[in-house]
């Protein structure tokens, strides 16, 4: 199984969530993160001082799937978070050894 | 009015004075009308208040001579006075509440309570200070002089027939406006101060340096006999006096952490800004009273006319100061800034302090518009030279203080009052020696409690924030910080 | 009240009109009662001050003759009616506090600095704007015409005895029922209008649009003259008024990004619902002076009376708008919606704001509940009709206006208030005329902006909220969103 | 004076008695001075007025007799009095503004929409029920009776003229306060109560129990007449009934989930503790209106002293309520506690509220600062007991209520008002019996709901939070809780 | 070494810290999420409109255990943070190369 | 390629980012977090009830990197984010399979 960790802009939640429930990625987890890289934040002026603001707003998507979905996922979300301009965001992929759902302890791909 | 004015600086005494105001007006305008001999029995007093309504309500507006008209009877007009008193009082005491929230809006999160906890503070030792010291500091003293006695107050009523009010009622409202000065402190030197060495200086601001130099004007001291010094409601008194005790703090206490590190100005942005809005819109509700209530009597048709016009001129400059900060900030930094919008409306309110009543409205709007400038213009300049004023309390109250204090000469001078109207020089004897005094000793009171309490806390305490420290809780314990 | 109510439009005139209430209402008054002739002599004036207090005070409930009683010196009149308009203008300037907390409250986040800013802005224009235009344009009208003189006011006492009170205080009630009517329109078109294109839609809304219609009414101008349309304190002229403009907007304007997108509506929750409470619990507080102020005397014990109940009937009207929403949300969606409660008290308050005086109880309790209803049922079907007003007020405001407008006749008409009392007709025309006017020029004004400055922010700067675009900061920058 | 107190309970009565104050005070007071023979005909009465005023007058401070000094008018005097009530009813109105913070800042986020509702809901459902019951329950009451009529109020100006005061404005005023006692259950119960029930049981408090107990001594009922009980403007009657219905409501509905799992404490930070303070702002300026409108008149020189004194010793018991708060937890926990700061100034001004006016200065310091001292060591006390009081209203004002009401005497006695003046037995026996009848009826009216519709949420739903539960919505949606 | 992301319902915080205590797992690392799974979310109606609430507030829980500890933290966390509902979340084991503590440059295992 | 993931105080996010900067890393993204560990928060006193403060506020940092950037980046974050105080917090390498940008597209090494 794959880990997959996408970091996206925050108005393009929607429809990466869009995108991977018609894979039939049946759940992820969201986390608010601020993000540093090549979209280098920009300047404001507070009181009349000038500032550099270096981090900006993304959110970071969790999604653990089938090691032969991933590719698919990573497709997915690329489709479906570009917006072309700098800062579109990454993604992520790391290997996922075990996963298991609390409720009913399954494990491996059927805790998915 | 004329009449009225040919008092100068007589009636700048009345306008404060302890004994000022309500009745005693009557007779003194009817004096200086009748060239001045004094009128002491209680009953020539009556006849001269109905008189001199008469006289007053004659002069506004262009008619026929009203001497016709009743007066108020004198238990109304003292009732009217006090009123004024007890109304104007109550909303300059909610002006607390706008500092607090003007100042927890402007500060980070993590030292939101604890400039909370100093604003809650900071009224309550100013109302504990005026009564043991401060009042009898400020009326007690002799014309003339300069220093009153040191005496604690207490509930007096005699004279009060003479004087048209209840002497309640003038100490109430007195007392709001020390309260007034010393939360203008608080905002400058949030952040990083310690609570207990802070609430010290508050005492002996609120108790002694306010009253003081309060004393020597509204008090009838040296500085109103000699010089004509002219501030109504207190821009050079109330609103310079917190300033200068601000900027001595300020200077003593040093920026906030890391906020010119690198030479460069790093903002703190503040936490809460409509929460900022509330808190100006509060104080703009309280400078009706602040400036209205000033006007020390309401038991005239004449006096009724002034404090409405007061309302007007106080609500002008404080519109002209917001549209000109807004306008300004747009044009230098292409955005516009709320939180010196809401700097330009306090700007504005303190511009127009030192004399609300006798500007007309166009003349309440450049003095309130030119507040708007300064406090735009100089936020910057205070970052410049690294005197860290986290609310801008500094170029609001202390620049616009003495902006509005010179002005006074343009719409209060011997051309509109006659003989005796306050002079750009008095003005400036009065700005410079109330300017050294609170500064010089609260320079020295900060230095004191920074060699013996400490008035700092340790730099890992600042960065934790002081409601973590000195508190033990957070204002925001659940919303995440960004 | 009969012999009062007898005088029907003439009445309504003086309520509002500049050189109304006070003293004058004595002689008219008088003449009313004695069949007409007019008194012109300011002596006879003062008799028919005292003869028409006595007079009012023997028709407040079942007692004997009471002419004995003695009438309020004219000075002691003046300055109550002064007074009555000072107090009350200061909580209905602080509404302006609660229309810019509630708006904060009920926008996302990324736009409560910018809301705030706006409520600031339109206050401090509106002020203006009634100075440079507004006020002449509603009192400067002659009796009976459509359109007054563009001036610049200024402060005037004369003829202010007359009148009974100080014309700066009626320059200041007046002037801060216009900032209202402009708060109203910020709320409905927040988070995606452009700040300087609103603002200068506001400065024509204050200087021109607002005063004209007012004119037609409260400046005594046809509608009053040939209609006797009745609005006591502004249902229609202050809130529907505000309602129409921003109903124009919001058309031209279109909905927030995403709000009605695929057809179905996207709630967008408010950011900080206490803060929309405490802004409700203001406008509360401000409509006490909104509608007891305008009864615009206090001078007879009639006048004292009448303001009295008006403060009972307006808050009972809100109580009951406020647990009918509850009830009706409870009832219908199965949980308490704390918004739509807000918007009832709203609601309930402007239902009775067209007539607060002459309802029994029970009538104002029903009149208020009904404003509840209108708004629970009418937010929905708004957005149905795709007309995304963020705050609810075209329903709270215009709705409710229209409503309570209508429904003045219940109480006050010709069985109660004598020939000459306000007909449905009479209403029907009123809220017709100006509604009619507010809208049109509105949406052309608008649509002039919408094709030269642009009103509304690009796309991307919406979603990234107009915080960071317009003013290049957040409203609270350390809470991370979720 | 003396020739006032020595009325002792019947100056009580007229107080707050609905046809007290005002004029009818005059003839009372000469009766009184002039050994009591009642005096019927307006015409004396109104002499009365005049001369009263005039004695009173005289023994304000030490000067010569002032019978000369023209009283008001019977016109003027009647619209200040008016006046006073409705100013004072204003502020107290805005007081449900400051529960609402205040209580909305001490809760969790997850509860703060539900607890802003109920605070609107509770100032509407008291405004409806003290017209459906309220009020004639209170004021219909005969002399020294035990229950009042159970009667729909309405306008009703008869009799105003020798009360010398505006029914309606006595009303407004009265009404205001009932919804400040309820205001004091929505807080001790939050974060776990159904909103419905409490709806319903603030229906029953508003309406029937705190009137009931309210007509005993404000109604003149039995207290009143036979124990001389003195309760200036509700320590007892108002907060701690408040108080005694928290109490009972906080034992059958225990505490919150988990606040005292493990037998040990497990503190709740309130979330957004700016606003907390904001409240106590708000609730401290309503406050003055609390007190000094309980003085009930304002027509007279001596009534205008007294509502000056008044604003002065309750604000001196706030301000020593918030310094000895911060000194006693800075001594105790080495760290001041914002919360419990805020708690002093509440517990100050409830302490002061039985008798503002008596005191010297000191003495409503020292008042004031057992007040501050209560608090801050009843808080943990209860929280040991297990009694889960979300923000401290229980201690503030039930506990402070019954100490200011035991201190009555300390300044208001034989020696300082004569004889009739309020003694500790009759104190503790209005204590005792307001304490046992309110407490007990609450008991059992919250055990009715318990066993009927019940009152306590599901566990789970307490977890998530009343605003997701009962409102379907978040009070801060977009800020991430931490 | 492993690294365990467990998303957990908020209120179980306590009692799983409890059960990794008593372990011997010497820390952990928790954030706020935002879940997305078979639990849909729930509709609600805001100002008379009704809307779809898709995502149900969680907590993510990061901890790094030494391989040999690894089953029994899984396993306590399954035992601590289920309630049986839906919505109990899931766990997910990812392999953990190396791990320093800051503090005294400690690598390996010591570092946990 | 290898995925850090650092736990570090609030206050040292600048110096660290100072830090990798000057390696030439090029992005990062900071979630907020609360952390459990050695440090074993404090005691706090609200309303005269004394109560144990568990989770102190901490910053996660995630970086891509690399592999042979990866020993160099964790301890350029070591240098920079130690106090030597308790709490200093905790670095943990993981292995990335994949990384994408979503922009562009590019995957692998050219992607961070
Ligand atoms: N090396 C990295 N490690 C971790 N996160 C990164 C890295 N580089 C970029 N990111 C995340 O991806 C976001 C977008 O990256 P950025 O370089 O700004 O845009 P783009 O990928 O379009 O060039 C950043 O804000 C950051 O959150
Ligand atoms: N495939 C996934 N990848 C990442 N996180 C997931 C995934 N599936 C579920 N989660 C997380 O686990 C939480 C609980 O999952 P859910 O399916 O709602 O309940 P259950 O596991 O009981 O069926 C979700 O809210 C989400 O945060
Ligand atoms: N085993 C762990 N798994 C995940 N995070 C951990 C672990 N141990 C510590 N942390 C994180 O590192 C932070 C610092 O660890 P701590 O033990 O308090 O200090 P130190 O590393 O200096 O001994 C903790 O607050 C926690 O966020």
Tied chains: 1, 5, 6.
Aim: charge should be neutral.
């Amino acid at each position: 199984m794959k880990f997959i960790i996408a970091v996206i802009k925050p108005q393009k939640l929607d429809d990466v969530r869009g995108a991977l429930n018609g894979l039939g990625v049946s759940g992820m987890t969201v986390t608010e993160v601020k993000g540093y890289g090549r979209q280098k934040g920009h300047k404001e002026v507070y009181r009349g001082a000038e500032y550099q603001v270096d981090f900006v707003p993304k959110l970071k998507i969790e999604i653990a799937v089938p090691s032969d979905q991933a590719d698919a996922a990573v497709n997915a979300i690329v489709g479906s978070a570009r917006s072309g301009a700098i800062g579109d965001g990454k993604i992520f992929v790391l290997d996922l050894l075990e996963a298991v759902r609390v409720r009913t302890g399954e494990t491996g791909v059927d805790a998915l | 009015m004329r009449c009225k004015a040919a008092l100068g600086p007589m009636s700048e005494f009345n306008r404060r004075k302890g004994d000022g105001g309500g009745f005693s007006r009557a007779p003194v305008a009817a004096a200086a009308c009748g060239k001045g001999e004094a009128m002491k029995s209680k009953k020539t007093i009556w006849l001269a208040a109905g008189l001199a309504a008469a006289l007053f309500a004659g002069t506004a507006g262009a008619q026929e001579p009203t001497a016709e008209i009743e007066a108020a009877t004198q238990t109304s007009a003292y009732v009217f006075n006090t009123l004024l008193f007890l109304v104007s009082g109550m909303v300059v005491m909610f002006m607390a509440a706008g500092f607090c929230m003007l100042e927890a809006g402007l500060v980070r999160a993590k030292n939101a309570a604890t400039i909370c906890l100093k604003n809650v503070a900071v009224y309550s030792v100013a109302g504990l200070m005026v009564w043991l010291l401060g009042y009898n500091l400020i009326y007690g003293i002799e014309e003339g002089g300069f220093l009153g006695p040191f005496k604690v107050w207490g509930v007096d009523e005699a004279g009060s027939l003479e004087n048209g009010y209840s002497a309640s009622s003038d100490w109430y409202f007195q007392m709001v406006f020390v309260a007034t000065a010393a939360s203008i402190v608080s905002g400058a030197l949030a952040e990083r101060i310690k609570l207990w060495s802070f609430l010290i200086f508050v005492a002996i601001l609120t108790g002694v340096i306010y009253p003081i130099q309060a004393s020597w004007e509204w008090g009838a001291g040296w500085l109103d006999a000699q010089f004509g010094f002219a501030d109504f409601a207190g821009s050079t008194l109330v609103h310079s006096t917190g300033g200068w005790a601000a900027l001595a703090g300020a200077l003593v206490l040093g920026p906030r952490l890391g906020k010119y590190e690198g030479g460069r100005v790093h903002p703190m942005p503040g936490s809460n800004l409509p929460m900022a809005a509330l808190g100006t819109f509060i104080l703009w509700l309280g400078w009706f009273g602040f400036n209205g209530g000033s006007q020390l009597a309401l038991g005239t048709i004449e006096d009724a006319q002034s404090v409405a016009k007061i309302f007007i001129n106080t609500n002008m400059a404080a519109c002209a100061g917001v549209v000109t900060a807004m306008a300004l900030t747009q044009i230098i930094y292409k955005k516009v800034d709320l939180t010196v919008v809401l700097n330009g409306a306090i700007g504005g309110l303190v511009s127009i302090t030192a004399e609300p009543l006798m500007p007309m409205i166009w003349q309440a709007v450049l003095i309130g518009s030119f507040g708007g400038v300064i406090v735009t213009l100089a936020v910057p300049v205070l970052d410049r030279l690294k005197i860290d004023d986290v609310v801008g309390a500094i170029p609001a109250h202390l620049f616009c203080g003495i902006w509005g204090t010179i002005i006074v000469p343009w719409s209060n001078n011997a051309s509109t009052a006659g003989e005796g109207a306050p002079t750009l020089g008095g003005q400036l004897v009065g700005i410079l020696a109330i300017g050294a005094f609170v500064f010089a000793i609260s320079l020295l009171v900060w230095l004191a409690l920074k060699y013996t309490l400490g008035i700092r806390v340790a730099p890992e305490h600042e960065q934790l924030g002081l409601d973590k420290v000195e508190l033990g809780l957070e204002a925001y314990p659940e919303f995440s910080k960004g």
